[in-house]
């Protein structure tokens, strides 16, 4: 039986694919000659860009996250125990969340796989990934889209890492040696570290100059093509990161199916890194 709390994010998932599909189809009819890369195996533009929204883009970030959780967390707790565990003390917080969430930490994933391929936008992978070195928007914009089956892998697999840290409940605090010295008290989560310093890699910055990126292309599209098929591209583009969102949803589903599961995985890990201590958190104003 359909779960509630996941009935929104795949009815947004459902209209996305069915959009996708739709522009996949208008852009075989209005530009059957284009391929999109050689990092997919086709020549039809309008059938790569629907198997690489609806197909590649779900495959990729489900892989990311699991590899991400299962095999990344552990060598970041294990890292983080060995830099700073003979300052802190560790202990497990249980809490109970049953929620489901996918936009704010959906967002910074995309954001991420964004920077990552404009990062990556260069004249020697587009080369790899048209088969041309020639400077041409459309080869830029072609290998940005194509480079996205990979970066959105490597967000996924980054952030799912603090994600699995995060559930876990993992703590860790100075307490006990900020008693003794000038430096304030702190309780952090190990995983909540961590996605503060990747998010770093995923904000404002990487809107900007994805706008600026954008600005070299829309009106050369609009010059270029069709008006009808120019607004669809505008509907995906405009809020392009905000559309990469929706192609994770599937692996979000998966990891929150997972969540006894792979909580139960991180703090066996962490057991035998010494940490089996169940931690309280009292937060007490007094007049």
Known sequence: ????????????????????????????????????????????????????????LPLSSILGVLIGGYV?????????????????????????????????????????????????TTRWIISLSVGT?????????????????????????????????????????????????????????????YGQVLKGYAGVSVILSYIEFMELFIPQLANDLSLTLFIMLLIVFVPFPLVIIVPIIPAFILLDRLKEHRIRYIRKKASKLGITSNAEVNFELKN
């Open 1 to 56: 039986m359909l779960k509630s709390k996941y009935l929104n994010p795949i009815i947004i998932f459902i209209f996305y694919c069915i959009f996708i599909i739709i522009l996949s189809i208008a852009l075989s009819i209005y530009i059957p000659d284009l391929n999109l890369s050689y990092f997919i195996p086709l020549s039809d533009i309008g059938i790569e860009i629907g198997l690489l929204f609806i197909v590649i």
């Open 72 to 120: 990344f967390a552990p060598i970041f707790l294990f890292a983080h125990n060995r830099i700073f565990g003979s300052k802190v003390e560790y202990g497990i917080y249980n809490k109970d969340f049953k929620g489901f969430k996918f936009f704010s930490e959906g967002l910074f994933s995309a954001l991420m796989a964004i920077n990552l391929s404009l990062l990556l």
């Open 133 to 193: 070195d020639s400077d041409s928007y459309v080869n830029d914009l072609t290998t940005f889209l194509a480079l996205l089956m990979l970066t959105i892998g490597i967000a996924s697999l980054i952030f799912s890492s603090t994600w699995f840290l995060m559930d876990s409940g993992i703590l860790y605090s100075n307490l006990k040696r900020a008693e003794d010295s000038n430096k304030p008290a702190e309780i952090r989560s190990v995983g909540r570290m």
